[in-house]
């Protein structure tokens, strides 16, 4: 079993930043990849970036590509996501996720590829 706790929502103006974090907590050597999604209201969760934690790789959404930054500190089971430059469209609550499987399936962001879930933690954006 793995538990995921993230931290670091808040509320900014458009082009500031936010560092979420994620903790991981339990078995987290089972996993393989670790994601962040978003959900808005009324929108359906989708993925913004994976990393592969055993390789460090990692993917990210076109809409936050050179704005997100993911990133991993092993030593303290941690994923953080770095947001840049946000927009008014970044608002949602964002979750943070595990998946078992590395390389391609991990890079695809799919939510069916991820088993463990945080509580998620909100940003909002004011324009």
Request: glycine share 14%; proline share 2%; aromatic share 12%.
């Amino acid at each position: 079993q793995v538990q995921l706790v993230e931290s670091g929502g808040g509320s900014v103006q458009a082009g500031g930043s936010l560092r979420l974090s994620c903790a991981a907590y339990g078995y987290i050597y089972s996993t393989q990849c670790m994601g962040w999604f978003r959900q808005a209201p009324g929108k359906e969760r989708e993925g913004v970036a994976a990393i592969d934690t055993g390789a460090g790789a990692t993917s990210y959404a076109d809409s936050v590509k050179g704005r997100f930054t993911i990133s991993q500190d092993n030593a303290k089971s941690t994923v953080y996501l770095q947001m840049n430059s946000l927009k008014p469209e970044d608002t949602a609550m964002y979750y943070c996720a595990a998946g078992l499987w590395a390389g391609s399936r991990c890079y695809a962001l799919d939510r069916a590829d991820f088993g463990y879930w945080g509580q998620g933690t909100q940003v909002t954006v004011s324009s």
